[in-house]
């Protein structure tokens, strides 16, 4: 299905092979300096479209940015008010673009060496297809869930991109998740609050389940407690938050109030539900092309990164993360993760 949108923008949902998301193009052919331009004309065009397709949107032949990196920072501004300044936040120097900090790098090669995430085991499904369902495919997550306020809205260019049937990265749709929960679990998760980490925290499951002692966390590297139904503030419509294996307090949580660790009530909980979001019906695998730009919302949408070669490919991508914008439950908070 074709919707025309302002300023020449049309919108195509859902993604191919997939029940959500869509792919928007300004009419004419044209590439990011004019998409970045009819954006700014029209602000409210792109986060509507966004909306409109549960949080996934793909922007193709956007490879222009890569040479002119202000673009990205210009599109990713049209998401919301804060676009992080990763030098600010005290990244990795080598994980942050050298002229424009507001990018991170998510790469393979010099100077990053991000690896990529294991290939799962078994390699294909039964029937098969790339695993994508939980817990067969690990990795799920939505960015820095271990923030309060979390961020709305990211970015991610594909400047170097891998060959097509391996890097790719997999979006799953909570909002429609949320409301294919049977009535039971649908009550049993409204007011509910997850604990959300970072992994380097020394809490995902993996280090529990070994018996890593815990260790001493400063007050901004605490567990935060998120609610596990959010409702959108541009949308009202509500969806599952949740991270998975590895952005979760395994130690404590993952719950507030169920009984912790891997093996308690509150983990059977979080693998059910986890289970229930990667369902195929609410999953989309993007295979990337370069200057392909995908933008999703954090707020509404998990996703995960893929197995590819990386002793024979090269991968590059860069990332924006745009906050402001949270929703009610977060009014006027003060930002957990600062330094105080
Ligand atoms: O590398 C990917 O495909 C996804 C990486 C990711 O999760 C991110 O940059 O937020
Ligand atoms: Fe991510």
């Known amino acids: 299905m074709g919707a025309r949108m302002d300023m020449g923008f ?6 191919a092979g997939a029940g959500f998301g869509g792919r928007v193009r300004l009419e004419g052919g044209a590439g990011a300096l004019e998409v970045v331009r009819a954006a700014e004309a029209d602000p409210a065009a792109l986060p509507a479209a966004l909306a409109r397709c549960n949080g996934v949107m793909v922007l193709a032949g956007m490879e222009a940015m890569a040479d002119d990196p202000a673009l990205l920072l210009r599109l990713s501004r049209i998401f919301g008010p804060e676009v992080e300044n990763y030098r600010e936040t005290h990244m990795a120097a080598n994980m942050v673009h050298p002229t424009v900090p507001e990018i991170f790098v998510v790469s393979n090669i010099p100077p990053v060496f991000r ?3 294991a290939m799962p085991e078994p390699k294909l499904t039964a029937e098969g297809r790339l695993p994508t369902q939980f817990p067969h495919r690990r990795g799920w997550h939505t960015d820095q869930s271990y923030r309060r306020p979390p961020p709305d809205v990211s970015l991610f260019l594909a400047v170097i991109p891998v060959p097509q049937g391996q890097g790719q990265t ?8 949320y409301e294919a929960l049977p009535p039971g679990l649908k009550a049993q998760v409204d007011g509910l609050e997850g604990l959300h980490i970072a992994s380097g925290a020394g809490r995902k499951r993996d280090a529990v389940l070994a018996g890593i002692p815990p260790r001493d966390l400063a007050p901004h590297e605490r567990a935060v407690r998120q609610p596990v139904v959010r409702v959108h503030p541009l949308t009202g419509k509500r969806s599952l938050y949740l991270c998975e294996y590895g952005q979760m307090d395994w130690l404590e949580g993952p719950f507030v109030g169920l009984e912790p660790g891997p093996d308690g009530a509150g983990g059977r909980l979080l693998e059910t539900l986890m289970t229930h979001i990667t369902r195929p019906e609410f999953v989309y695998a993007h295979e990337w092309t370069r200057g392909d730009l995908v933008v999703w919302d954090n707020r509404c949408t998990v996703h995960a990164a893929t197995w590819f070669d990386a002793a024979k490919e090269q991968r590059v991508m860069w990332r924006t ?10 009014a006027g908070e003060r930002k957990s993760w600062l330094v105080a």
């Open 10 to 15: 049309r919108l195509e949902q859902p993604l």
């Open 170 to 177: 997999l979006f799953a749709d909570c909002t429609a998740a």
């Open 115 to 117: 690896q990529p995430p």
């Open 321 to 330: 993360t745009v906050s402001g914008n949270p929703g009610a439950a977060y």
